[in-house]
């Protein structure tokens, strides 16, 4: 009697061990597949955080090339102030004054965004020459809206943190 009780006792030990292994080989092949899975969604995702960063930034670049063109245009002593949003990976942005071919003073706003390539810039061309003022914009970088003051002083074209 004693006898039949330990082999029926090992019989289930067993039976419990390959129940154990077959659940872990399932287990595996589960993480075979799912592991590489959601390596691709993060790798898609972050791709799409980078066009949807890229985007804003080209988005918020042109307004404000629109507007001072605009506010060029219109002459000494026009202002606008606009709330512009601003994407979270812009990293630097810069206003460049240059004489294009006819002799005319043109600007050149640079708007960086980081990217997981690296950086990108992204630059637009205004008809008039551009100023940082007083309040400059790369103070205030960071994701959100921001105002942003666009005032013709004398021909040239000033952008500043409107705030």
Known sequence: MLHARTTRHKLMNMERAQASIEFLVLVAFFMIFLIPLALTMLD????KGDESSLAQAY???RRLADNA????????????V???LFPSKVSDF???NYVDADGQSRG????????????????????GPL????????????????????TNTGGQVVIEYGG
């Open 69 to 80: 063109d605009e506010i060029y245009l219109q002459g000494d002593g026009a202002t606008t």
């Open 44 to 47: 898609l995702s972050s791709e």
């Open 82 to 84: 606009e709330n512009m």
């Open 131 to 150: 100023d940082y003022g007083t309040s400059p914009l790369i103070n205030y970088l960071g994701a959100g809206t921001k105002p942003v003051r666009i």
């Open 108 to 127: 050149e706003i640079t708007i960086t965004v980081e990217t997981r390539n690296g950086p990108s810039d992204i630059v637009f061309l205004t008809l």
């Open 94 to 96: 810069q206003l460049v």
């Open 59 to 61: 988005q918020l670049g």
